[in-house]
């Protein structure tokens, strides 16, 4: 199974700037048959194979394709984490 969260690493050309963008996997999958992975604004989108290569995809008109990513794969949530919601009733 595909991992749940990456980070997508957006480098510039000489490698000395970096943004990062926590994105997390959807119901879609892109053109290659791959998850989608989303960011919380829907903004950055991008398809992830299992041998973790990344293909930005569009997500609105005037979008310049990426062309340095390095996708890392973070650790999935612990579902027994007291650190969200809580279903106890007190």
Request: aromatic share 4%.
């Amino acid at each position: 199974m595909s991992p749940l969260r990456y980070e997508l690493v957006f480098s510039e050309d000489t490698g000395s700037a970096q943004d990062v963008v926590i994105v997390e996997r959807t119901s879609a999958k892109g053109p290659g048959g791959h998850p989608v992975y989303a960011d919380p604004t829907g903004i950055i989108r991008a398809e992830i194979s299992d041998r973790d290569e990344v293909r930005v995809l569009a997500s609105g008109g005037h979008q310049a394709p990426a062309q340095h990513v390095l996708a890392r794969r973070l650790a999935d949530p612990d579902p027994e984490d007291s650190a969200g919601p809580s279903t106890s009733v007190g």
